[in-house]
């Protein structure tokens, strides 16, 4: 049930300045005026390429009946009620939670966060809770579950704004989940958008905390800081990577909730992993809790998936009360998320990889993965992300360099950016290889692709990174229709490859 009234809706912001009757009916919530329809309210919301205010007219003409601005007017029509707060975005997140009913206070809701990992995490926590019998949504930066269905993430937001944030809580609220699962980035938790702000989390999940987004955050520490607000909003309890240098910051911002450790090296904590064994299409562990040992199979490939395992379980113990023993006969059943280390299979006499790794600390984990299961060569090709962290470029291309073989460099998202300019940034972390020789700036991705498909000999390795299950690469002009999978696969074809 929506609160529709205006009037209802205030009651959850400190508005400073209301013009209007304030009680207009509201049929939606919205902040871009080209998706405004009759009984909109419109949130005037300041953003990087322009300012929202430009287009409240444009949002009235379209039938919006009420304005939530920051700026002076100079014209307030007499039809339209006015609400004046300090800050759209942030007074959008509250309004949102009111107007849908505050759903996540009807569900059990886990938040996950860190650097890599989060959607493989979320996508094994909402699979294990489903397979022991109980109703689970999720949101998550590939897809999202209100239903019965995975629906594809239709955004490049891995957190959405807070009106979609709490639409899709509520859908699961009237589907009849009683968990919900929110994969929750540092734009996402940050004070600067509160997307998240008024989601109540049960639980809190950290995988890691490595070099991403500082073009937002300003500083690795303001990075951390956002990210550990998820721990200060989690009620109940919180799950932490000790593996992660960071994890007593995350502690401490727990405060007294319940608090779970996980480890591949610390055997003190409440999980502790050991023994990994990984093969083409799985791995294999031994698993240390309460003072016991379990054994473990998990059929999705990379050793860097033991962590994301362990964090699931503890998830699924904390959130339901469901016994380990339970939750572990139903790993091996769990699938792995699209455009994660996917194995292109086909004719080709060698591997084709595509994976979503774009951070320096997933390259970290995944390269040495692939260098170990390369026969013959390792022909790496990636980008970085145009108007983002540009102190990570060199670092990505310090590590591919140290792993590779052959790379080729290209677009990933250039958006308003030169695309050369970003792969000569990334060139300078690569010294170990020659331009034209074993190094290639291409940044036509389709003909990188091309490229390193030609390039390769029987027994070499391909690995694509960067887009991974994304649906689209972003230009100036907007974003452009992307499936690596099936570029990949339809090259191959051309190629001659069955």
Same mark, same amino acid.
């Given at each position: ?43 005037? %919301? ?48 509250? %309004? ?83 968990? @919900? ?44 800081? #956002?990210? @550990? ?11 932490? =990577? ?36 990984? #093969? ?6 031994? %698993?240390?809790? =309460? ?7 998990? =059929? ?23 016994? %380990? ?68 470029? @060199?670092?990505?291309?310090?590590? @591919? ?98």
């Amino acid at each position: 049930m929506k609160n529709n009234r205006l009037s209802e809706l205030l009651t959850s912001i400190n508005a400073i300045k209301c013009t209007g009757s304030n009680n207009k009916e509201i049929t939606s919530l919205i902040y871009d005026s080209r998706e405004v329809s009759k009984g909109s309210l419109f949130f005037a %919301l300041k953003g990087i390429h322009t300012d929202g205010h430009k287009y409240i007219n444009k949002a009235i003409d379209s039938g919006a009946v009420a304005v939530i601005h920051s700026d002076d007017l100079n014209v307030y029509d007499p039809k339209i009620d006015y609400v004046k707060v300090e800050d759209c975005r942030k007074a959008m997140s509250p %309004l949102s939670s009111a107007y849908y009913d505050f759903p996540s206070g009807k569900l059990k809701v886990i938040g996950v966060t860190g650097t890599d990992g989060k959607s493989s995490t979320v996508s094994m926590i909402h699979q294990l809770l489903e397979l022991c019998g109980k109703r689970a949504g999720f949101i998550s930066t590939v897809n999202y579950k209100t239903g019965d269905r995975i629906a594809k993430n239709p955004i490049r937001q891995s957190t959405p704004e807070a009106p979609t944030i709490h639409r899709l809580l509520a859908e699961m609220v009237n589907n009849g989940k009683e968990y @919900a699962i929110v994969e929750s980035t540092s734009h996402g938790l940050s004070s600067k958008t509160s997307r998240l702000r008024d989601v109540q989390f049960n639980g809190a999940v950290l995988t890691n905390v490595t070099h991403e987004h500082l073009e937002f955050h300003g500083t690795l520490e303001q990075y951390r800081n #956002d990210k @550990a607000n998820l721990f200060r909003q989690a009620e109940d309890f919180a799950i932490v =990577n000790y593996d992660d240098e960071n994890h007593t910051l995350f502690e401490e911002a727990a405060g007294g909730i319940r608090k779970l450790s996980y480890s591949t090296l610390d055997k003190e904590c409440n999980l502790y992993a050991h023994h990994g064994i990984a #093969d083409s299409k799985g791995i294999d562990f031994a %698993l240390d809790y =309460n003072k016991k040992e379990y054994s473990i199979r998990l =059929n999705i490939p990379g050793l860097v998936n033991i962590e994301n395992i362990m964090a699931a379980l503890a998830a699924v113990r904390e959130i339901s009360g469901i016994a %380990l023993e339970q939750i572990i006969n139903e790993i091996p059943r769990l699938t792995s998320v699209k455009g994660r280390m996917a194995h292109i299979s086909g004719s080709q006499p060698f591997d084709v990889y595509v994976d979503y790794a774009h951070t320096p600390g997933s390259y970290k984990k995944v390269f040495p993965l692939f260098r170990k299961a390369a026969k013959k060569r390792l022909i790496t090709l990636f980008g970085s992300a145009g108007e983002r962290d540009i102190e990570k470029r @060199a670092v990505q291309g310090e590590i @591919a360099d140290s792993f590779s073989d052959i790379i080729i460099l290209t677009d990933e998202d250039p958006r308003l950016e030169d695309s050369m300019s970003i792969l000569l940034d990334i060139k300078k972390g690569i010294i170990g290889k020659k331009e034209d020789k074993d190094l290639f700036l291409i940044s036509d991705r389709k003909k990188a692709i091309k490229k390193a498909l030609e390039l390769a000999e029987p027994g070499d390795m391909i690995i694509t990174l960067g887009k991974g299950h994304e649906s689209s690469i972003e230009y100036a002009d907007g974003h452009h229709p992307w499936d690596e999978i099936s570029i990949v696969e339809s090259i191959l074809k051309e190629m001659n490859y069955r």
